[in-house]
């Protein structure tokens, strides 16, 4: 869908990318009064490489930006339960309510996606799908001043900016046409195969831990459960490059007998899907005139399905720092204070290195970080700090 109206010479900010990222942090600015544009070269309404799974974090920002309902509404199963399978050892997890989140949720980004988009246009934020950043404008002192888009209907288009912010994932452009510094990296990373199905009972959240692989189940929109297979980057290509199905047949049995007969008595709905793995990073993101926010400042492997929470959370952070007019810097900090616990057990977990006292012992070290993580979201003011 692309939109026909003319593009303003100038906006207070830009973003390129329009998905968790992109789309929450032009609500938040939108909604304290800044003219925004949003652009991302993908259509409207589109899936995204992703098992989507929801922590607690990112279920609060759902429910603080009152969204929580419409994915609720759009058929997204409350999840109330979590179980860790350790080899053949269950340990189950009630979610409890705390801070007004009673359950998690596993939206497909077609749903998602969605949401976050509509509502950042219900703020007023000017989105256009289908249109791609070709390169950013800086000034003689290096200042990002604007952007030059790709529209496929008005052809090239000159536009400045306040800040133009990057929530162009993992590969971002705009990280790399600021040269955004990579000041830590991870050392491991996993490679996933995931698809739907019909037909499997639903039990919540689980996530499977065997000898150097991993698995999960994860409830979500139509009645399908998302379902993933994990094993370390150096044996993906080696696991799946013949018969993708075989090969996550095979990684399910390895995770246990019940759970391979139980998917492959579902019925699969479309073709599998695969990310061979990529390191994590956390960037630079902010400078003068620009910030990265989401995957595109900050990754981290997705096998703590962590990621969609992290980028709603700093969505919200990055846009009152700009509503304030702060030093970005405080973003940055306040991103990695509540990141780098996540980040390292995440690389931990990644590096498959472990035995089963020791992956339970990250897991509940991660929980730990998660809770100070929704601690200090839950005691930010909603609301009035917006339009400060
Ligand atoms: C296999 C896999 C499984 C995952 N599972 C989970 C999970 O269970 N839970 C979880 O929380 N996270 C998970 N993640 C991570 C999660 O998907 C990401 O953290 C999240 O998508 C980051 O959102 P984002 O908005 O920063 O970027 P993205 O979702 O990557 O969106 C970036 C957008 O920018 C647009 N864009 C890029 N370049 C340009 C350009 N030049 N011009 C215009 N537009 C551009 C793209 O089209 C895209 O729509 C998973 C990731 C993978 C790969």
Same mark, same amino acid.
């Given at each position: 869908?692309? =939109?026909? /109206?003319?593009? +303003?010479? +100038?906006?207070?900010?830009?973003?390129?990318?329009? +998905?968790?990222?992109?789309?929450?942090?032009?609500?938040?600015?939108?909604?304290?009064?800044?003219? &925004?544009?949003?652009?991302?070269?993908?259509?409207?309404?589109?899936? /995204?490489?992703?098992?989507?799974?929801?922590? /607690?974090?990112?279920?609060?920002?759902?429910?603080?930006?009152?969204?929580?309902? %419409?994915?609720?509404?759009?058929?997204?199963?409350?999840?109330?339960?979590?179980?860790?399978?350790? %080899? @053949?050892?269950?340990?189950?997890?009630?979610?409890?309510?705390?801070?007004?989140?009673?359950?998690?949720? %596993?939206? *497909? +980004?077609?749903?998602? @996606? *969605?949401?976050?988009? =509509?509502?950042?246009?219900?703020?007023?934020?000017?989105?256009?799908?289908?249109?791609?950043?070709?390169?950013?404008?800086?000034?003689?002192?290096?200042?990002? !001043?604007?952007?030059?888009?790709?529209?496929?209907?008005?052809?090239?288009?000159?536009?400045?900016?306040?800040?133009?912010?990057?929530? =162009?994932?993992?590969?971002?452009?705009?990280?790399?046409?600021?040269?955004?510094?990579?000041?830590?990296?991870?050392?491991?990373?996993?490679?996933?195969?995931?698809?739907?199905?019909?037909?499997?009972?639903?039990?919540?959240? /689980?996530?499977?831990?065997?000898?150097?692989?991993? %698995?999960?189940?994860?409830?979500?929109?139509?009645?399908?459960?998302? &379902?993933?297979?994990?094993?370390?980057?150096?044996?993906?290509?080696?696991?799946?490059?013949?018969?993708?199905?075989?090969?996550?047949?095979?990684?399910?049995?390895?995770?246990?007998?019940?759970?391979?007969?139980?998917?492959?008595?579902?019925?699969?709905?479309?073709?599998?899907?695969?990310?061979?793995?990529?390191?994590?990073?956390?960037?630079?993101?902010?400078? *003068?005139?620009?910030?990265?926010?989401?995957?595109?400042?900050?990754?981290?492997?997705?096998? !703590?399905?962590?990621?969609?929470?992290?980028?709603? *959370?700093?969505?919200?952070?990055?846009?009152?720092?700009?509503?304030?007019? =702060?030093?970005?810097?405080?973003?940055?900090?306040?991103?990695?204070?509540?990141?780098?616990?996540?980040?390292?057990?995440?690389?931990?977990?990644?590096?498959?290195?472990?035995?089963?006292?020791?992956? $339970?012992?990250?897991?509940?070290?991660?929980?730990?970080?998660? $809770?100070?993580?929704?601690?200090?979201?839950?005691?930010?003011?909603?609301?009035?700090?917006?339009?400060?």
């Amino acid at each position: 869908m692309t =939109d026909m /109206r003319p593009y +303003r010479r +100038r906006y207070d900010a830009i973003i390129i990318g329009a +998905r968790c990222a992109g789309a929450s942090t032009a609500m938040m600015l939108a909604g304290g009064g800044a003219h &925004v544009l949003v652009v991302d070269r993908q259509a409207y309404g589109t899936d /995204r490489l992703s098992t989507h799974a929801l922590m /607690r974090g990112g279920v609060l920002q759902l429910q603080r930006w009152g969204l929580l309902d %419409a994915v609720i509404a759009a058929g997204t199963p409350a999840i109330e339960q979590t179980v860790f399978h350790y %080899a @053949d050892e269950a340990v189950r997890i009630d979610i409890k309510p705390e801070h007004g989140v009673e359950f998690l949720c %596993a939206p *497909r +980004r077609t749903v998602l @996606d *969605r949401i976050l988009v =509509d509502a950042a246009r219900a703020a007023g934020a000017d989105i256009r799908h289908g249109v791609s950043l070709n390169r950013l404008h800086k000034a003689a002192d290096g200042r990002v !001043t604007g952007v030059e888009l790709q529209d496929p209907d008005a052809g090239m288009v000159d536009v400045e900016a306040g800040i133009v912010i990057g929530a =162009d994932g993992r590969q971002s452009l705009v990280a790399r046409q600021v040269e955004a510094e990579a000041y830590a990296t991870a050392r491991h990373c996993a490679g996933i195969f995931y698809g739907y199905f019909s037909g499997i009972e639903d039990k919540g959240f /689980r996530w499977y831990f065997a000898d150097r692989v991993s %698995a999960g189940v994860v409830p979500t929109n139509d009645g399908q459960h998302c &379902v993933f297979v994990c094993v370390p980057h150096d044996v993906f290509a080696q696991t799946f490059r013949e018969n993708p199905m075989h090969g996550f047949f095979r990684t399910l049995a390895a995770n246990g007998q019940p759970l391979f007969e139980e998917v492959r008595n579902a019925e699969p709905a479309g073709r599998l899907r695969g990310f061979a793995g990529a390191p994590g990073h956390m960037r630079t993101s902010y400078g *003068r005139g620009w910030a990265l926010v989401g995957d595109a400042g900050y990754f981290k492997d997705p096998l !703590t399905a962590h990621g969609i929470t992290d980028a709603l *959370r700093d969505a919200e952070i990055l846009a009152r720092a700009v509503l304030r007019g =702060d030093a970005l810097a405080l973003y940055q900090k306040e991103r990695d204070a509540l990141s780098a616990d996540l980040f390292a057990i995440t690389d931990r977990v990644a590096s498959f290195r472990w035995d089963m006292a020791e992956i $339970k012992s990250l897991h509940m070290d991660l929980n730990a970080a998660m $809770k100070s993580e929704v601690n200090h979201m839950a005691a930010i003011a909603p609301g009035p700090a917006i339009a400060a």
